[in-house]
């Protein structure tokens, strides 16, 4: 079993920075990508912005030059820089890994997401 715990959501005026920071543990051999993920209400989850175990990532294109994913391989964490926020940011975030257990199981978990609302 992998676990992921979110933190770092909460109330932004627009314009305004958050980070955000995912924690996976349990029996983890390997983690291939790491990434974030977002739901507006009413819409369907999309991505945000994924980084793989080399350092590759890539962007949605309304995120680009405003938020930036990085990795901390050591301690299984991924982070999510997210600079000038607008309100269409507001959705609840998710993190998601792919990966290897060491009983060499492929799994692929979800946080329990964390809500960010970009309003004055």
């Known amino acids: 079993q992998v676990q992921l715990v979110e933190s770092g959501g909460g109330l932004v005026q627009p314009g305004g920075s958050l980070r955000l920071s995912c924690a996976a543990s349990g029996s983890i051999f390997s983690i291939n990508a790491m990434g974030w993920y977002r739901q507006a209400p009413g819409n369907q989850r999309e991505l945000v912005a994924r980084?793989?175990?080399?350092?590759?990532?890539n962007y949605a294109d309304s995120v680009k030059g405003r938020f930036t994913i990085s990795r901390d391989n050591a301690k299984n964490t991924v982070y999510l820089q997210m600079n000038s926020l607008k309100p269409e940011d507001t959705a609840v975030y998710y993190c998601n890994a792919h990966g290897s257990t060491w009983l060499l199981e492929e799994f692929g978990s979800w946080g329990q997401g964390t809500q960010v609302t970009v309003s004055s």
């Open positions: 980084i793989t175990s080399g350092g590759s990532t």
